[in-house]
């Protein structure tokens, strides 16, 4: 499922990192996207989105300026990232407050029998895409569980998948180590 697109064109993708590397699902990512021959780029949790604690008033953050179709992360800054993008969507208009969340809940109705809404994503969700960046295609997500609203949320307005590793990340690390297009 990763693996195709990445040989195919693996220059076209990029994985933007941010945990450490003690952070076992970082560690895999980052050898799995290396040996890919994808593009790496590395930033901090509180530079990665245009109004983080660490950004300038008018800089843009790290996620818009590296364009990653590819990310790693936690619950934790995954909120952060929904967060980000409530706190844009609550400075607009009532009107555009209530579009957001009518468009949320029939995007999640339709993605839940198995539909996808073009409409919505062409009108709304390529919108909020660029606050990441515009290509984001999956995100891993690790460490702790992940809130079900920040989930929908993020499937909505993203349109990405989000693969949640739980449980033990060794055995998460052993089944991405075997697709790795490379041999030791």
Known sequence: MINNPLLDAPNSHTFYAFLPLAHT????CELFFFGARARLAY???TTMTDDGTSIT??????LRVAQPTFLAGVPLILDRIRKSLATKLESRSIFWTQLFKYACAYKNFWLGLGYDTPIVNRLVCKRVQAQ??????????GGAPLSAD????MKAFLN???M??????LICS???LTFLPFTF
């Open 132 to 141: 990441l960046g515009g290509r984001v295609k999956f995100i891993f997500c």
């Open 57 to 62: 008033a008018g800089q843009l953050g790290d």
């Open 43 to 45: 930033g901090h949790p």
């Open 174 to 176: 052993r089944i991405l």
């Open 150 to 153: 920040t989930q929908k949320v």
């Open 25 to 28: 699902l970082e560690l895999v």
């Open 160 to 162: 990405i998948k989000i």
């Open 164 to 169: 949640i590793v739980s449980l033990l990340a």
